[in-house]
């Protein structure tokens, strides 16, 4: 019997994720497949959206001033938040697979396989475990939100 039956919870939620790699690769084919061409009238919101170049711009400059904010405001260690980050990414996907699947985001056990991965790294910071759970979450859920509404 496993004396830490969230770490098998955990590494089996692993292992189905990594068993359908088409979910990896209908994400990726999103943002760089081809794309269908589309007349400029066709887009009623193209005068109110932001071009996708400022996202590509963004999410890497906002991804460090959050590192850096909750290294200053919480004392995570730097490598703890930037290892979280790509969990972040594969964890966001899962969410908005999810809700186009179900339209329920699993943001609560998100969190919880963030908060146990760092904690199992760094046991002595609490803070450290709850601010990637809650970085986690809220990333997940509100990319999951904007992308049902799309």
């Not at 068993?19 to 497949?33: L, Y």
Request: glycine fraction near 6%; proline fraction near 7%; aromatic fraction near 10%.
């Amino acid at each position: 019997m496993d004396p830490c039956p969230k770490r098998s919870l955990v590494v089996g939620s692993l292992v189905a994720l990594f068993a359908k790699p088409e979910i990896f690769r209908s994400a990726w084919q999103m943002v760089f497949g081809k794309k269908r061409d589309v007349a400029a009238g066709d887009d009623p919101l193209r005068h109110i959206e932001l071009p996708l170049w400022i996202s590509f711009a963004g999410v890497p400059v906002l991804s460090v001033a959050a590192v850096w904010l909750t290294h200053r405001f919480f004392g995570v260690p730097w490598h703890l938040a930037l290892f979280a980050l790509p969990l972040i990414f594969v964890l966001t996907i899962i969410c908005t697979n999810s809700m186009a699947l179900t339209s329920w985001t699993p943001t609560g056990a998100l969190s919880k396989i963030t908060q146990f991965t760092i904690g199992a790294v760094d046991r002595s910071n609490p803070a450290t475990n709850l601010m990637t759970g809650g970085m986690t979450a809220e990333i997940a859920s509100n990319a999951a939100s904007r992308s049902a509404r799309a």
